[in-house]
């Protein structure tokens, strides 16, 4: 599925570090959501962006900062992290929320 | 509040044996089930999909029922092969409650040997 592409794909960071996710849905969906998903746990859902509206946020820290600035992009801004915030982090869009949901291919995250 | 439930993995088959995941689930109102597929390094996909009782969703020789007299949308496929080799997630999409979130079980991860 090439409809969801998500930059950069594998990501290495210090605490420390800022740096951005980025993803880019080519569907034309108005539904784009972040997903956290560790080892031996669930998908987690972070948020939830509905025509460029945050509609959810999961009680995600504050060191996530999501950005929608248009239906086609989302953005995961990344601050301070810790290392248990090393995970693959995934984008999904969806025609409207209630629809079925397509995933990037992720991004590799890991803070050392 | 809405759940599914998967069967544990790792599932280790040989070549050409006849796959079933078991997935069950708990919701108030009236959902739809899927079953993701994510592939070694990649992102999650959809493999298929029903939207109401009896339902069959069907893809890539995979297939699930929608059984709403015992909530279950078990995966099955005949004859695997060794590209199957994934982590399996089954979910459930519940418009009419939770928004339409999107829930997922904890993923079933199959082998399968040559």
């Known amino acids: 599925e090439t409809g969801v592409t998500q930059t950069p794909r594998h990501l290495v960071m210090g605490m420390t570090n800022k740096k951005s996710l980025k993803c880019e849905q080519h569907l034309g969906h108005n539904a784009m959501y972040w997903y956290k998903q560790s080892a031996k746990k669930p998908l987690e859902l972070m948020f939830v962006?509905?025509?460029?509206?945050?509609?959810e946020n999961n009680s995600v820290p504050s060191r996530f900062s999501p950005e929608c600035p248009n239906s086609s992009h989302l953005f995961l801004h990344l601050h301070t992290l810790q290392p248990e915030d090393s995970a693959l982090y995934l984008c999904?869009?969806?025609?409207?929320?209630?629809?079925?949901?397509?995933f990037g291919p992720g991004t590799r995250l890991l803070v050392l | 509040g809405n759940s599914v439930t998967q069967m544990e993995g790792p599932v280790t088959l040989s070549e050409e044996a006849f796959l079933t995941i078991n997935c069950t689930y708990t919701?108030?109102?009236?959902?739809?089930l899927f079953w993701y597929v994510q592939y070694p390094g990649e992102g999650l996909q959809l493999l298929l999909k029903?939207?109401?009782?009896?339902d069959k969703g069907s893809n890539k020789g995979f297939e699930a029922t929608y059984r709403k007299e015992t909530t279950s949308f078990h995966l099955e496929k005949g004859s695997v092969q060794v590209s199957d080799s994934a982590v399996y997630f089954c979910?459930?999409?519940?418009?009419?409650?939770?928004?339409?979130?999107?829930?997922f079980g904890q993923g079933t991860e199959l082998s399968v040997k040559p």
């Open positions: 979910a459930l999409s519940d418009p009419y409650n939770q928004g339409g979130k999107l829930i």
């Open positions: 962006y509905n025509f460029k509206e945050q509609t």
């Open positions: 919701a108030t109102g009236y959902p739809s």
């Open positions: 999904a869009s969806s025609q409207e929320r209630q629809e079925t949901q397509y």
């Open positions: 029903a939207t109401k009782a009896d």
